[in-house]
Each structure stands twice: as C-alpha cells, then as structure tokens.
C-alpha cells in the first residue's frame, strides 16, 4: 500500500522558516520522481516543487524559486521541502505527490500558514 505521509506545517511569520517532510513507504522510492503540490483555500492546486529519482534535477514554481529547495534521501525514502522568507502567499495545504507529470499517489497534506 502506497502511503506518503507530510509533517512540518505549521504557523510562521513573514520572513520565517519551514522545513516539511514526506515519508514515503509501500514502494520502491528511489525509482520515483516526488513532487511537492500545494493548495490555498479557492484556488487550484499547484506545482511547487518536484525532484528526480537521484535528487540530481530538480524544478520549481516561479513564485518560489530562489526561496524554497526540495531534497530527498532515498536512503530514508523522504522528501523534504526547506522553506524560507515565507510569505503569507505561501498559505496553503501543501501536498507530497509520486511522480513527475502522472500523479498516481498524493498524500493528505502538511497546513502551512503564514501570518503575522
């Protein structure tokens, strides 16, 4: 069974920090490209972040390039999606998801919120 499990959400103040997590298990994760999606309350989900089998391309959203960095340890089967200088843009349910472009499994989501 493929479970993909997020932590690290939480509340933050403009300008600050998050580091999410996504543990992945029921499949061979290092044979699988991640994605990081998020949704914010009435809007579409989006891409934000995604990262190749070895970690050694990786692609990002327009709104977070130079501030967010996905990572992975295929030795851990983890994702990470470090988050800095949030803004209160940034507000939404953020989404660990196998894949690159086929999006088969997704994971119920880490809230983040930024506010001050």
């Known amino acids: 069974q493929v479970q993909l499990v997020e932590s690290g959400g939480g509340l933050a103040q403009p300008g600050g920090s998050l580091r999410l997590s996504c543990v992945a298990s029921g499949f061979a994760f290092s044979n699988y490209p991640i994605s990081w999606y998020r949704q914010a309350p009435g809007k579409m989900r989006a891409l934000v972040a995604r990262i190749t089998t070895d970690g050694a391309n990786t692609n990002y959203a327009d709104s977070v390039k130079g501030r967010f960095t996905i990572s992975r340890d295929n030795a851990k089967s983890t994702v990470y999606l470090q988050m800095n200088s949030l803004k209160p843009e940034d507000t939404a349910m953020y989404h660990c998801?196998?894949?690159?472009?086929?999006?088969?499994?997704w994971g119920q989501g880490t809230q983040v919120t930024v506010s001050s």
């Open positions: 998801v196998q894949g690159w472009t086929t999006l088969d499994y």
